[in-house]
């Protein structure tokens, strides 16, 4: 007889998520202000606040900018990239244009893509990542500028050699947002069976999961269907290919965006606040950061929102 030692996830039974968490920690999160979230700024630890939505989309743009402004020939390098958000995508292309930057010696990854029957989606499927990513951004780089199509990187085909080029290409920065699960990319908490029924993974455990095909957690599923897809579920593929901790890890910098609109103003105080304190717990992947050397929390002031009883 398994004797459980956590608390059953409030949201889907089944799985390990955030609700599992020691209540005084939830009850801590819940407590912070802009004021508190500005001063958890630890060594290797940063959190950055924008004031205007185009000022945050231009910094997250510029990231791209940067990163690739660093490739040459003998050494290339790159960014890892996500889809949520995307209104950097456009203003990366703009830029790159603007500035004529070449970047036949730089490299992009795409951090995630669907699958469906065990097998990527298509870029024809209207949700396809890889679709969004050239649509947004690759597409409307000038031709005599843009990346060779060897240098784009998808988590599709291969994921071996997906992962192994993070050994053969500098990752610079991988950028993401933070889902309603608390996940980067899509490394969502596991399910709550087998060995992990009593226990989440341990934090070694979990660190070991390279580019895969995973299992998505219910949270996930219909926040996509929330933003991507006005609320049908049932268009939402329930697993997806995912770059993994042991790719994250061999990027200099994580670089997370938050304007408000993929979590919760309680989501994101939660995860800010684990990192800061270092409490990495795989029911919380985010978390795990904390073990990163170089992490970035950039988030919109207003997209913070308070955490407080409020009736609509």
Known sequence: MITMTRPISKVAPGWWDYTTLDPELLADAARLDEKDLSQLTRPGFQVVFYDTLEEFYLAEALEYIQA?????????AGICGPIGPTEQLPLVARIVNAIGLNLHNAHFWGMDEWVVQGQPVPITHPLSFARADLDLCFNRIDPKLR????????PTGDLDAYSRSFDQVRCVVMQGG?????HWAFNDPLQRTG???????????????????VNLHPMTIIQN???????NVNMVPVQAASVGPVETWKAERVSIWQAGMHDNPFGMRLTTLMIAKHIPDSAVPMSLLADHPDVRFS???KGLGKVEAEMH
């Open 147 to 154: 990346l060779p199509d060897s240098h784009l990187h998808f």
């Open 178 to 182: 933070q889902g309603e699960v608390k």
């Open 225 to 231: 269907a929330r933003t991507s897809g006005g609320g």
């Open 68 to 76: 690739w402004m660093q490739a040459t020939d003998s050494q290339p």
């Open 299 to 301: 988030f919109y002031r």
């Open 195 to 213: 060995e992990f029924e009593a226990n989440p993974p341990s934090i070694q455990q979990y660190r070991q999961l390279r580019t895969r095909i």
